[in-house]
């Protein structure tokens, strides 16, 4: 089985851009969540949907940050503009159900010039 | 003081040795999570509970509800166990609160 799919695995851009980080969750999965990790702050909880809604997005930063899920096999979250201090490893998970076992992406390591 | 709390934050051991990690946390909780990360980044789910115990392999999860802590076990550790263990709790929202992670390092 494909695990959860995440692109690019790495992006460098100058501050100011937009940054597009693209998800597949696992098919059958009905729950998807973003995550970043940083050395400071370890593992953070963006966002996560269900059945395609977004549920809970008190994770996300600020205003740059923005997140959707058009459809059950894809999510994207969307930076604009784009910071330094957004400089992380950004992880996207799946889940079958609410209370069972995530699967990671490989993440994709962002850096903002 | 954090909600999440793991101990120890770095472990060496010898290949062989009988591991612990623990996690105590001071939030009501519908899961608790661990996970493990490995040098290369990639994070694997190794359990996933809310009582009791599970074993998977060489590994061994607890966790006391009432005391609201949990153990993670490595039987027989071998160096392609070193990694960051990451313990995670869930509340009934499903927000997920980290712990900071235990670097385990197993020497051959």
């Known amino acids: 089985d494909a695990g959860v799919i995440q692109s690019p695995r790495h992006e460098v851009t100058e501050m100011g851009q937009e940054v597009t980080l693209r998800c597949k969750p696992i098919?059958?999965?009905?729950?998807l969540f973003w995550y970043r990790q940083t050395m400071m702050r370890g593992l953070e909880l963006l966002i996560y949907f269900n059945n395609n809604v977004p549920i809970d997005d008190s994770g996300m930063p600020e205003d740059r940050f923005s997140a959707k899920m058009p459809n059950a096999s894809f999510s994207t979250l969307k930076i604009q503009p784009s910071e330094p201090r957004d400089s992380a490893v950004y992880f996207c998970?799946?889940?079958?159900?609410?209370?069972?076992?995530?699967?990671f992406g490989d993440g994709t390591r962002l850096s903002i010039l | 003081k954090n909600e999440v709390e793991q101990s120890p934050q770095n472990l060496t051991a010898q290949e062989g040795e009988f591991i612990t990690i623990n996690c105590s946390y001071s939030v009501g909780i519908s899961a608790l999570h661990w996970l493990q990360q490995h040098p290369g980044g990639g994070i694997v789910s190794l359990f996933m509970l809310s009582s009791g115990k599970k074993k998977h392999g060489r590994l061994i999860a607890t966790i006391n509800i009432q005391e609201k802590h949990s153990s993670l076990h490595i039987t027989a550790s071998h160096p392609r166990d070193s990694a960051v263990y990451i313990c995670?709790?869930?509340?009934?929202?499903?927000?997920?609160?980290f712990g900071t992670g235990t670097r385990l390092k197993v020497l051959a």
């Open positions: 998970a799946s889940s079958r159900q609410i209370n069972q076992p995530q699967h």
């Open positions: 098919s059958g999965h009905d729950y």
């Open positions: 995670a709790v869930g509340s009934g929202t499903y927000k997920y609160i």
